[in-house]
Each structure stands twice: as structure tokens, then as C-alpha cells.
């Protein structure tokens, strides 16, 4: 994931190519979050903007909706998707 | 006399375009058109179905990227249903 | 306790940088059968076609046995999956073993 390396990967690319955009990021818990890219980081640290969460899918329904930012964490951060 | 024949990350390289098929270290598994992958296996995928217990839970249309960190298993040539 | 007297070469040579060598030789499992035991619970069967310095396998005709979907401990015995050619991640594995010279026996129930 280092961006550091003058080849950039697959996965830089794809990060470099998001910011800004709709994403959804699902964590390990199964918790799912859809809001816009903010920032990303080499460790998969991501910073949302107006997220809504879920369980799973949002055919599960609302959880919560964040009219702020929203955190999290990289450790614990499954997948990062285009919405 | 008998060498490692095939490289591991050889398999996933030219994999590159084609279906691929992540299981992870859970029931959780990824179907999807593999775009590209990292030293640390992160993985990006496209048109991803994702599945947990083999059951459908949801598709995603655009390009996904999937954390190395729980992944367990590649299978050239997606899942089979 | 401490061996620090008695192997001073062999700590010099671990303070100079990891040994390189793998424990065990995969190559003499090249094309032969082998069981691995993956971090998670998942367990697959399959021919050894490739490996590398971090233990990344490829298995040919591979089978992930299948576990109770209420306790991942358990193994169905009969339900498997057929994968064919896998890839599989040397940091997810537990335990590598030739399926020759062992069998699955129908042990003692844990009470």
C-alpha cells in the first residue's frame, strides 16, 4: 500500500482516483458506511463526509446518519467500494 | 530436482482482467473482476459480488478495494455457483 | 535459564539478520497432496504445485472442507467444495501437513 514507491500500485491508483467520491466502506464488525471520500491514507484510515450507516447492507436500514465527519479506523476497515 | 514451479503471486499477476474469487479468513467471500493487487495483497476488484455463508449479500457496480489483511485464499476464475 | 554463554556464536548470527533458509523444505511436498489449516478455521486439501519465502502456496485440485455453520470448529465429514487451482496467503496459514501418512479418525467427542 506504501504510496511511497515510484511504481504505484493497483491499490494507490484506485485510492488516488476516489477522493471526492461517493464510496462505501465496510469494517469487520459487518458495520457499513456510504458517504463521500474525504481523505485516505496508506493505512486504510479514512475520513467520510455526510456517511450513513448501516448493518451489513442498507437494505437493513438506517442506522445513524453523520452530517459531520466520520472516522475510521484502517485496522479495521474490510473493503473501500465506489458507490 | 524439483524446484518451486509456480510462483504464488505469478498466479495473481496473470489473473490481472480476469475473474477472481477472494476468500477471507471468515465465511465472507468476493467474486469480481480483479484490476489490480499490491505487495500486500490488498486487491482491486470490479463488479464484485460479495458473499458471507455462500449466501448473495450484496453487489457493488464500481471497483472495490479489498484489505490483504483478512484475505486467505485466491481462486483464479471467480466463484463458482 | 539463559544460553547466553553457551551459544554466543548462534546469537551473533541471529543479531546479524534472519535466517533466510525455511524450516521445512517444501519442495519435497512439490505435486503431492497436503493439508492446510488456514487462520479463521478454513481447511483445504490439495496437490502442492508452487510455494514461495513467505509461504504462499498454490494448490492444484484443492477441496475446502466444509464446517457446521454453527461451530466453525466443526468439520462436516463428506460436504466439501471443490476450488481447483487456489493461491493461498502465507500470513493466513497455520499448519501445513502431508495427507499421506495421516487420516481423519472419528475421535473421542469433547465433553
New interface residues.
Given amino acids: ?2 504510496t511511497s514507491e515510484s511504481k504505484t ?7 488516488s482516483n ?1 477522493i471526492g467520491q461517493s464510496v ?1 466502506v465496510k469494517l ?1 464488525n459487518g458495520m457499513l458506511y456510504q458517504g463521500v471520500l474525504e481523505s485516505i491514507d496508506g493505512f ?1 484510515n479514512i475520513a467520510l463526509n455526510q456517511a450513513t450507516e448501516h448493518y ?2 442498507d437494505a437493513n436500514g438506517l442506522l445513524h446518519r453523520y452530517d459531520g465527519d466520520v472516522f475510521v479506523r484502517g ?1 479495521q ?7 | 530436482m524439483s524446484l518451486a514451479e509456480i510462483l504464488p503471486l505469478e498466479i495473481i499477476d496473470k489473473t490481472v482482467g480476469q475473474p477472481m474469487w477472494v476468500m477471507l479468513t471468515s465465511h465472507r467471500e468476493f467474486s469480481g473482476t480483479l484490476i489490480g493487487y499490491d505487495d500486500f495483497v490488498n486487491v482491486v476488484l470490479e463488479d464484485v459480488v460479495e458473499y458471507d455463508h455462500d449466501q448473495e449479500i450484496k453487489r457493488h457496480a464500481g471497483k472495490m478495494l479489498l484489505s490483504g489483511n483478512n484475505i486467505s485464499m485466491l481462486v483464479p476464475g471467480g466463484k463458482r455457483v | 535459564m539463559s544460553e547466553s554463554g553457551k551459544n554466543q556464536s548462534q546469537n551473533k548470527r541471529k543479531h546479524e539478520g534472519p535466517k533466510r533458509e525455511p524450516i521445512v523444505n517444501l519442495s519435497k511436498y512439490s505435486d503431492t497432496q497436503i493439508r492446510v489449516k488456514l487462520m479463521g478455521g478454513r481447511l483445504v486439501i490439495g496437490t502442492l504445485k508452487g510455494f514461495d519465502q513467505l509461504m504462499n502456496l498454490v494448490l492444484d485440485e484443492t477441496i475446502e472442507y466444509l464446517r457446521d455453520p454453527e461451530d466453525d470448529t466443526k468439520i462436516l465429514e463428506g460436504q466439501t467444495k471443490e476450488l481447483g487451482l487456489v493461491v493461498i496467503r502465507g500470513t493466513m496459514l497455520l499448519t501445513l501437513s502431508p495427507l499421506d501418512g495421516s487420516e481423519i479418525i472419528s475421535g473421542p467427542s469433547v465433553e
Fill in positions: 500500500m506504501s500500485t493497483a491499490s494507490a491508483q484506485f485510492l476516489i462505501v469487520h486504510m451489513e447492507t485496522t476497515v474490510l473493503y473501500i467500494s465506489e458507490a
